[in-house]
């Protein structure tokens, strides 16, 4: 966590366990109970005017992360700093009003809309629930972050989603999020449905609203290319667990664990002259219900040894403001067992 009051949201140790599809008939059968440790064990910060990106292969844990920091997923365990506050228990009115501050943009425009309301009736709906202002007040609301996101509300006010473009419809998305004047915001893949030309855009508004408005935003993505586009700091997830994280530039352009130098070396490349050999991981991720010892990626990494698959390494780090839990860089002086061999050579350097 920052030294200073500019951290704006903090989950530390945080899990998310979830009943398996079969968990609770298999319970009530008499059965063992199947749990899906979707996030289990993550720390993370994110500061105000910051935009930290999540990325890692489908069902790594990165929507739940960002569930459980909006509160809208309970945490099974751990702890949840909003501010100096915490809000790992709240509850009721209390919740209702933290959410508030905590807005979520959704990956998929066409369906998050209500096709029977206008554009006003979408964004002003937020400040009826939360009973924000008279009816002047909200429509002056309404109107400022209509301009916020660029469409003037003398064009879009009186519009059904059914004549607006994807691009548009995230933009009243986005609108909507920013209407509570929340100070966090999770987006959850708010471009992956956006066509290319129409993404760039998006982009540009996220980062010029986090700055702007002193946001903290949370930024999803299967797409590293528009993580590296946006985002100040990166954490790479595997398995409910963040495995890297660092400034942009360090994770994308020097990563250290061998999961992230995979996940960066299938991202294209612009320079014509780059010859990066591409490796594909061999195995499966293993179960989110059947977690195995030690480093969780082990199965899959060729520089695992003994100790890999035994003990699970520690969040190190490496380099200024660059940790990695990887056991390729547990400091020399460091035996966590003398009897087994530690990895000695990065398998893809």
Do not use: W
């Amino acid at each position: 966590m920052s030294g200073d009051n500019t951290t704006v949201i903090e989950g530390r140790n945080l899990k998310t366990h979830f009943e398996g599809r079969n968990g609770l008939i298999s319970a009530m059968l008499g059965g063992k109970s199947e749990t899906v440790h979707a996030l289990d064990g993550v720390d993370l910060h994110i500061d105000k005017k910051e935009i930290v990106g999540i990325v890692g292969e489908s069902g790594c844990g990165k929507s739940t992360l960002g569930m459980t920091l909006a509160r809208m997923y309970e945490p099974t365990s751990g702890q949840i700093l909003f501010g100096q506050q915490d809000i790992t228990n709240l509850h009721g009115s209390k919740l209702k009003s933290y959410r508030g501050s905590a807005q979520i943009i959704f990956q998929d425009p066409y369906s998050s809309l209500n096709p029977r309301l206008t554009v006003e009736q979408i964004i002003r709906e937020p400040l009826n629930i939360h009973r924000i202002g008279n009816e002047t007040e909200k429509a002056a609301r309404v109107a400022e972050v209509l301009n916020r996101v660029q469409m003037p509300p003398e064009t879009y006010l009186h519009r059904f989603p059914s004549n607006l473009s994807g691009g548009q419809r995230q933009r009243v998305a986005i609108a909507r999020a920013l209407v509570l004047r929340p100070e966090l915001i999770v987006a959850d893949e708010p471009v992956s449905m956006l066509d290319v030309s129409i993404q760039a855009g998006i982009l540009e508004l996220l980062n010029q609203l986090s700055k702007e408005l002193d946001l903290a935003v949370l930024y999803i993505s299967h797409d590293i290319a528009t993580v590296g586009y946006i985002c100040d700091r990166v954490a790479v997830m595997y398995l409910g667990r963040i495995v890297e994280q660092g400034s942009s530039d360090d994770v994308m352009h020097s990563p250290l664990h061998p999961y992230s130098d995979r996940l960066m070396a299938a991202v294209p490349s612009i320079d014509a002259t780059a010859s990066r050999e591409r490796v594909h991981l061999s195995g499966e991720v293993p179960s989110p219900t059947n977690i195995p010892a030690g480093c969780r990626f082990a199965a899959r990494c060729p520089a695992a040894t003994a100790l890999c698959h035994t003990v699970e390494p520690e969040l190190y780090e490496a380099r200024p403001d660059h940790k990695v839990r990887c056991h390729l860089y547990l400091p020399e002086d460091r035996d966590l067992r003398p009897d087994l061999e530690r990895p000695k050579a990065h398998p893809f350097a």
